[in-house]
Structures are given as structure tokens and as C-alpha cells.
């Protein structure tokens, strides 16, 4: 379980994260949805322990990311996917991790498997496709075969084979009973792919709930996207009727 209670940020004048609080639970796929700036990524570094919010906390079943021991075997993330090395292999770099984080060596053939990366993890990182990049931070974040997995756009630069690929596994993820926070931009991907759905605005939390919810009575996703976001901007706006 992950708890994100009252937590926020701001950048200079801005308010980048405004006392934002939900919580996510294992054995589901969980969506972060909100539009650009929302405040989706900023929330993830926090919940990383990689930016310090200025009030609230995150807890992994009660313990802060920065205090978890060996975090790659509790926590997978992927974040920025072209945060590696150019001049090192995708194999070296996932030596590299597993190593730093006590994880057997055998795990780095099996997550390039997993990926689908095996047959040019002897290549430098910069000659790999966005999509390849996009496989190589997936590697990292099962790395450790952590029970909690947050994926930052996870499908972006990957095709329809990919993204299909990205949807199945998130899915077998959940089914094995771990925790899987997931942001998109991509609506009629997270209606398919996503059981639940955080909603941001903002820095705020917009909705939060099953995404059978936002889409009853055979509205879109993107329809419950918009009318909520219209309903924040605006509130004397009746908005989506959940
Ligand atoms: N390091 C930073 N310094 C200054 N401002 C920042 C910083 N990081 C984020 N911001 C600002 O905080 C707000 C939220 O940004 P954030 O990247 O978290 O949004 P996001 O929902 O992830 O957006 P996107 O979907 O475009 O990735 C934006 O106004 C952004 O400009």
C-alpha cells in the first residue's frame, strides 16, 4: 500500500503539488492521470524520496522511500528513461544496479528477456530507439522484483506492439499481487489498462476512484477527464455526475 497524505511542493512562486492525499493498493493497476503541469511527475520524484516535499509524506507500507533498505528490491521506478550512461551497455547498466542493490546478476538476463532487449544489451545505451530506452528503464524498475512498481508514462515512444505489450504486463504485474501506480496522458489507453484512477488538477486531487465509475452510462474516459478539469476551473460548473 501506498499512502500519499497531505503533500505538497512548490518551485519558486508556484505551487506545484497542493496538499495532495490518496493511497494506492496492491493487486490493481492504478492510473495518475491530470494534464500537463498537473504535477504528476513532481509527485512521483517525492514519492522517490529525489525531491523533498515542502509538507506531507509518502509511505510504502509505512516507511518512507529514502528509508527503505536495498529500495530497488521494495520499490521499481521508472522515470526518466534516458537517465543512462550513452557509452554503457544496457546489460553493464543493469549490472551495474544489481549489483549496487544486492540483487543476484542472474536477474539481469531475465528482466532483458522480459523486455525483450536481450539481443542488443551489449550495445551503448545511446544507440538504442526511444522505444528500446522506454524497455531498458522497465528492465531497471523489475530489476529487483519489487513489490511496488510506479511507471511514469510508461508507454511513451512505444508502438502499438509495445504498448499492447506495456498493458499486458502491468496487468500480470497486479494479478501477482503487486502495487502498480501507472501516469499517462493516454485515455483510451488507461481505460483499457487501469482498474483504478487518481485525478489531478492543478496540484490537487480531482477524483479518485474505480475507472467502472468514470465511465458509467458509456462515457469515454477522456469525457470524465474533461468535465472534471472544466468542473475545477470553473466551480459553479455542475461537472461529471460521479
Ligand atoms: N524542478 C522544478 N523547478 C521549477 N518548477 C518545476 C520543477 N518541476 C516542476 N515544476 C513545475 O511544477 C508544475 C508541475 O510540473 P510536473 O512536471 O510535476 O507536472 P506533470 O503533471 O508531470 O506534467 P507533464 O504531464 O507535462 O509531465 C509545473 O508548473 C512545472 O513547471
Redesign the pocket.
Known amino acids: 500500500m501506498i499512502s500519499v497524505r497531505n503533500l505538497s511542493k512548490r ?2 512562486g ?1 505551487l ?1 503539488v497542493d496538499r495532495l492525499s490518496f493511497e494506492v493498493r496492491p493487486g490493481v493497476v492504478t492510473a495518475f492521470l ?1 494534464p ?7 509527485t512521483l520524484r517525492m514519492m522517490l524520496g529525489l525531491d523533498r516535499p515542502d509538507e506531507g509524506e509518502v509511505l510504502f507500507d509505512g516507511t518512507p522511500y529514502p528509508a527503505l533498505r536495498r529500495p530497488l528490491r521494495r520499490v521499481g521506478a521508472l522515470l526518466e528513461a534516458r537517465a543512462v550512461h550513452g557509452g554503457r551497455s544496457a546489460r553493464d547498466h543493469l549490472r551495474w544496479l544489481a549489483d549496487s542493490n544486492g540483487i543476484p546478476a542472474v536477474r539481469v538476463g531475465e528482466v532483458l528477456d522480459q523486455v525483450g532487449l536481450a539481443d542488443v544489451a551489449r550495445r551503448p545505451a545511446r544507440g538504442l530507439s526511444l522505444g528500446m530506452a522506454q524497455r531498458l528503464g522497465i528492465a531497471a524498475a523489475l530489476l529487483g522484483d519489487p513489490p511496488v512498481l510506479l511507471l511514469d508514462e510508461p508507454a511513451n515512444g512505444l508502438d502499438p506492439y509495445g504498448i499492447l505489450w506495456i498493458r499486458e504486463l502491468v496487468r500480470e504485474l497486479a494479478d501477482a499481487g503487486r502495487t502498480v501506480f501507472v501516469s499517462s ?1 493516454l485515455m483510451a489507453e488507461t481505460a483499457l489498462a487501469a482498474d483504478e484512477l487518481i485525478v489531478i488538477g492543478a496540484g490537487r486531487l480531482l477524483a479518485a476512484g474505480p475507472v467502472s465509475e468514470f465511465v458509467a452510462g458509456g462515457r469515454t474516459l477522456e469525457d470524465a477527464f474533461f468535465g472534471l478539469l472544466a468542473a475545477a476551473a470553473d466551480p459553479g460548473d455542475p461537472g461529471p455526475s460521479r
Open positions: 518551485y519558486g508556484r506545484a491530470g500537463n503541469g498537473a504535477g504528476k511527475s513532481s496522458h
